[in-house]
């Protein structure tokens, strides 16, 4: 129950950072939060040759609302994030989704950015951020790429980050007006991670009608699956039931494949009931 | 790589003693400012205990569930089993030790588990009473529902968590008092 031995920096800037990431290759593992990697190691789950801490990048810690999207630097706590009333109100499913991700202590210490990199299956930002069709801004010694969510998650864990990369921000767009949001999810208790969630979307057109319903669920498969719903016009029931037929579960220590089914079908009903009154609600006020 | 890592390579703000290959950090505990040379791999939780022997913070999972090991780290609560001591240089610690006041009169999120019997065996308690204290102090005036969920974090394996609900309130009360 105590990490292996490995070797150690603390850089004072970006560039420092990707200087020695760039030199240590494979080798090299950003240390964030730790919230999800030194539990690893405890476990001895994980044995990284050399662990690059990135507390020391105060400049990274920022969270920036602009009128289309809002800006999560490498450094932002969820707690930061989810206290952000700018972040808030332009995209509300921020905060919504971040409300359940672990408990309060946990989220002063883990970046959202990091739990994105992480690529938990049981994510909740993985999710949110496929459903909006965010990026990840990725650096390097050789320079940028951003990576959209739909390639950057490439399995359970796994996410499309090269050896000497750092993931500087993740973008969320704007949630646009005449649409609405929710977040839910089930888990044992409050905090745990979920056996089983959804984010959803709904879009109305300017006569009020449904012009687009989108779910995004986490805990169901090795990436966030995300589904379009529009054919169900809205009717919570009908998305249930085209989300089940449409997701293939399986059965784990925590849930058999029957009852994720059944789940899946749950929070979709319930998510999709709330970002429809949520949607009504913002496209009359 | 060897433990430590090479100082030579860009360790920024953490420097590594040449001949021990250790870290030498320093760290403001309870208003004390203590300098310590620790590996890597150092668990800020096993710093605590270990190395300054405060072991007050107690350790149950190590791996971030039970909150037993809840200090706060320039005011805020995390957990100091899921912190590397390295990382934690230069910044100031509160831990259960330092709760009280100087002469031993208990705070009020200590006299508020004391009389709710808010505590059992008391191994989940320090958690409880660091991570309370940065609570309250940002909300001091908890409703009961906001009381169990600001308590929903840490595990108590005896006391079923009712008198630790009471205690919040009660906390929140003589806080209350002592202010007015
Ligand atoms: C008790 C407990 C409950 C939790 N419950 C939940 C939950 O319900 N939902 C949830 O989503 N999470 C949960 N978490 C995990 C938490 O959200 C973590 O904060 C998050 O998964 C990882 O963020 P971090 O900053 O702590 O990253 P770290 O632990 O520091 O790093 C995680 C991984 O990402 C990599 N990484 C991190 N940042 C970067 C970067 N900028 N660039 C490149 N690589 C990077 C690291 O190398 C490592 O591989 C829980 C954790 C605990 C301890
Ligand atoms: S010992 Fe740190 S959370 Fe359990
Ligand atoms: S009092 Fe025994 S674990 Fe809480």
Known sequence: ?285 | MASGGDGAMGSGGAVTNPTTGLFDIRLTVNGTLHAVSVPARRLLSDCLRHDLRLTGTHVGCEHGVCGACTVLLDGVPVRSCLMLAVSADGSAITTVEGLAAADGTLSAVQRAFKDSHGLQCGFCTPGFLTMITAALAENPDPTPEEAREMVGGNLCRCTGYQNIVTAVLRAAELTRAERA
């Open chain 1, 1 to 285: 129950m105590k990490p292996p031995e490995f070797g150690y920096s603390r850089p004072e800037s970006v560039a420092e950072a990707l200087a020695v990431l760039g030199s240590l290759g494979p080798d090299g593992k950003v240390l964030a939060g730790g919230q999800s990697l030194v539990p690893l190691l405890n476990l001895r789950l994980a044995s990284p040759g050399h662990l690059v801490d990135i507390n020391a990048l105060a400049g990274l810690g920022y969270v920036r609302a602009g009128r289309g999207e809002v800006v999560i630097g490498a450094l932002a706590r969820h707690a930061q994030v989810l206290a952000d009333q700018a972040a808030r109100s332009v995209q509300p499913l921020l905060a919504m989704a971040l409300a359940h991700v672990a408990h309060p202590v946990i989220r002063n210490r883990g970046t959202t950015v990091g739990s994105i990199v992480h690529a938990d299956p049981a994510s909740e930002m993985t999710a949110v951020l496929a459903l909006l069709g965010g990026s990840v801004r990725l650096a390097s010694t050789d320079g940028e790429r951003v990576v959209a969510a739909d390639r950057f998650f490439l399995g359970s864990f796994e996410a499309d980050v090269r050896p000497g990369e750092l993931a500087t921000e993740v973008v969320v767009p704007a949630l646009p007006p005449r649409a609405g949001c929710a977040f839910t999810e089930i888990s044992r208790r409050r905090g745990d991670y979920a056996i089983c969630g959804a984010a959803a979307t709904v879009a109305l057109s300017t006569d009020g009608s449904i012009e687009r319903v989108r779910a995004a669920y986490l805990s169901v498969g090795p990436a966030p699956v995300v589904l379009d719903l529009t054919e169900s016009a809205g009717d919570p029931e009908s998305a249930a039931r085209l989300a089940t037929e449409r997701i293939e579960t399986s059965g784990d220590i925590h849930a058999t494949a029957d009852y994720r089914r059944h789940l899946v079908g749950v929070v979709t009903r319930r998510a999709l009931t709330a970002a429809l009154a949520h949607a009504r609600g913002r496209a009359d006020g």
